[in-house]
């Protein structure tokens, strides 16, 4: 079962018998599953250590956080939590964040994006669930897996980084952040999901009208939490209500606000814009020394600066853009940097999962073993793990423009598993062969269309100039630097997505369909919330 498969199993309302059914079969095999992990770590820590010594040091900014945020012990002495914009500035003030994203923002992601992002750049986990998470080991290990993939220092450092949950019980919360409080900078509690699963279960933006409750969640990290707690909501009908709102998360204790300027009604093709004076009304009425957030109309590095200078906030999170394009952030004036090459990416980010991920599993350990003695149970967890169930929702993502044209690709990516093993026992071999096909297709594209190039042999990039009284036909306008520029960007470069507005989804039938089934029926809107686009699980 998947994490979002547990997640559609609610909160409140799961019985007694569907706890059973996310827990594996027995408390001895249970252990068993946890012990070949734990091993798996103990014999890959030497190997890390020194691959560690070797490389270049960190960032500044990831020792500042390793050592200005612990609270745990130090030589018998316990130091002191930080708050508000003390804290922000220890992770290194981070203008960038890569949102919690269902199923998507796992570690192998965040790498990725780190790498093609600012030094300090935030990120989040996924969302977890809080009652989940505190009462499953087989939870926790696939989802979140702490000690052994979290690295502070070195070109593989996953910090800052914010862990989040979804709750509707301050103990529940509470047991379940102090399981990761060690191994992340802060818990950030999850009021923005507008899904059926989070209405069923009763958790997310479905906590908006008890405001008593969500004090109760925030305030209980906020005192009995050795890191900082923080909270991401969405915008209410009106400006007025949304500042009463976010007044009321930060007086309880949040030490880091992220709006999204979208309402919970706002998503799938009714999703629309995100409504930025919003997000600046809430900025211009918070006290300066209250650290926020903005979510929401990032498709380009050029709408990060524009947000922060039209909202005032002190960092932008990108979600939906992210996913699309992991370089969203990039900074460089290279525009191969900021646009690359979807192959490229793509076989970045399965080295990403060979060379980080899949020694610290027990696979190869498990398939070593006589067929008799190979435990199937446990070989079916391990391929569970939040890092490998993603990676076709994120090649689907990344190559989208070329799976648009090449429906062979698209269809051998679609069958792809890690469960299908190659000749030598290659978990990715499925995926591999999916990537030499993207490859070749676009080796050939360039060789009859070879990209415009300056002087130095650089991409000459995807801008031209806008000129006046001149129809386009092509890409997007964008403003830089005061200028007008149409932006085309060849389709092997990954790209963000457009997703049309309301009003044309209901023009080509796709919104009025959606509205009909949901008033067929109404009391089962989680029903086929796991085929759901993983943008609408962006919170």
């Known amino acids: 079962m998947t994490v979002l498969e547990l997640l559609q199993r609610g909160l409140r309302t799961a019985t007694s018998n569907s706890l059973r059914s996310f827990r594996l079969a027995s408390p001895s095999k249970t252990t068993r599953f946890a012990s070949l992990i734990s091993n798996q770590y103990s014999r890959n820590m030497t190997s890390d250590a020194a691959a560690s010594t070797e490389s270049a040091p960190a960032p500044a900014v990831i020792e500042t956080i390793a050592t200005t945020t612990a609270t745990t012990e130090s030589n018998g002495v316990k130091r002191r939590k930080l708050q508000g914009r003390e804290f922000y500035e220890s992770i290194g003030s981070p203008k960038t964040i890569v949102a919690p994203m269902v199923e998507q923002s796992e570690f192998a992601w965040r790498l990725l994006s780190r790498r093609h992002s600012p030094a300090n750049t935030l990120c989040y986990t996924p969302m977890f669930h809080s009652r989940l998470f505190g009462e499953s080991q087989t939870y926790r290990t696939q989802s979140y897996q702490p000690p052994h993939m979290d690295w502070k220092e070195g070109p593989r450092g996953d910090r ?173 004036e290279d525009w191969d940097e ?94 591999m062969e999916a990537l030499r096909s993207v490859e070749k297709i676009i080796a050939e594209h360039l060789e009859k269309n070879p990209e415009q190039v300056d002087e130095n042999g650089k991409w000459v990039g995807p801008d031209t100039e806008v000129v006046e009284g001149v129809k386009y036909t092509e890409g997007i306008e964008v403003v830089v630097k005061g200028k007008k520029y149409r932006r085309v960007v060849p389709w092997y470069r990954c790209q963000p997505y457009y997703r049309p507005l309301p009003e044309v989804a209901k023009a080509n039938g796709a919104l009025k369909e959606k509205v009909a089934r949901k008033a067929e029926d109404d009391g089962r809107e989680e029903e086929g919330s796991k085929k759901a686009k993983v943008e609408e699980c962006c919170y």
């Open 338 to 431: 900021r646009f690359p090459r979807m192959d490229k990416i793509g076989r970045e980010y399965l080295e990403i999962i060979r060379n980080e991920v899949l020694p610290h599993l027990p696979l190869q350990e498990l398939l070593s073993r006589p067929e008799e003695k190979r435990s199937r149970r446990l070989l079916n967890e391990v391929h569970k793990d939040a890092n490998l169930t993603p990676i076709k929702s994120h090649l689907f993502k990344i190559w989208h423009p070329l799976l648009q044209i090449h429906l062979e690709v698209r269809n051998a990516v679609g069958r792809s598993s890690t469960r299908h093993l190659g000749p030598d026992g290659d978990p990715l071999y499925d995926y």
């Open 160 to 332: 800052p980084l914010f862990v989040q949950f979804c709750s509707n019980d301050p103990e529940h919360l509470l047991e379940a952040a102090k399981h990761c409080q060690d191994h992340c900078d802060a818990v950030d509690l999850n009021l923005g999901c507008p899904q059926g699963i989070a209405k069923k279960g009763h958790y997310g933006s479905f906590l908006q009208e008890e405001p008593e409750l969500i004090k109760s969640l925030i305030s209980k990290l906020h005192k009995d939490l050795d890191i900082p707690v923080t909270a991401k909501i969405r915008i209410l009908e009106t400006k007025e209500k949304s500042l009463e709102y976010a007044k009321m998360v930060v007086d309880a204790g949040a030490q880091v606000l992220t709006v999204h300027g979208r309402t919970r009604e706002q998503k799938g093709h009714n999703t629309g814009l995100a409504d930025w004076d919003y997000i600046k009304y809430i900025r211009d009425n918070l006290p300066k020394e209250v650290v926020m957030f903005a979510n929401g109309n990032v498709l380009w590095r050029e709408d990060v600066d524009a947000c922060l200078a039209y909202t005032g906030v002190d960092g932008v999170m990108s979600a939906e853009g992210n996913l699309y394009n992991p370089a969203t952030f990039c900074e460089s």
